[in-house]
């Protein structure tokens, strides 16, 4: 692997333990200001400032002049990752980062497969082979083992010993 395909994972590995953070801030954002969608709402905003910013300070060109014609669906990027961000927002405080979060990354995983699989806005479909399936399955058996839905969380058990 070239030394820039090692930047390059280390950065997707960098986002990826930001978005647990992200989670819990947004979620206890939404205990002080009206709940997971009004947080989700801010979240966007704050963000889209931030770029805004940085597009203005980088004299980055927006071009815009042939969005009539886009296909529709191009514009559903911005609902699908507020629904995620108001989903997760929702859930952290209910589930713990940890839950939450392999939750999340078997689902990407899954749906990553598929969309592999059909070609989903790719030129091509991409082999989705038993070595990838088995792949998703120990995410999944890792899922299991992290939520351990068998055990008492620590939360749970504190009140159920407080309160006899």
């Not at 669906?73 to 979060?101: F, S």
């Amino acid at each position: 692997m070239s030394g820039n395909a090692w930047w390059m994972m280390g950065l997707a590995i960098l986002v990826g333990a930001m978005l647990p953070l992200q989670a819990l801030v947004n979620a206890r954002l939404g205990t002080q200001i009206g709940g997971p969608i009004v947080a989700a709402f801010v979240s966007f905003v704050v963000g889209g400032i931030g770029l805004g910013i940085y597009l203005v300070l980088a004299r980055h060109r927006i071009g815009l002049e042939s969005a009539g014609s886009f296909p529709a669906w191009v514009w559903l990027g911005g609902l699908l990752g507020a629904l995620y961000v108001a989903v997760v927002t929702l859930l952290i405080p209910r589930l713990g980062p940890a839950t939450m979060m392999c939750l999340v990354i078997f689902g990407q995983v899954t749906a990553a497969l598929l969309l592999d699989k059909f070609g989903v806005l790719q030129s091509a479909p991409r082999t989705v082979d038993a070595v990838r399936i088995a792949g998703a399955a120990l995410v999944m058996a890792g899922v299991i083992l992290v939520a351990a839905p068998w055990r008492t969380s620590p939360s749970r058990a504190t009140a159920t010993e407080t309160n006899h």
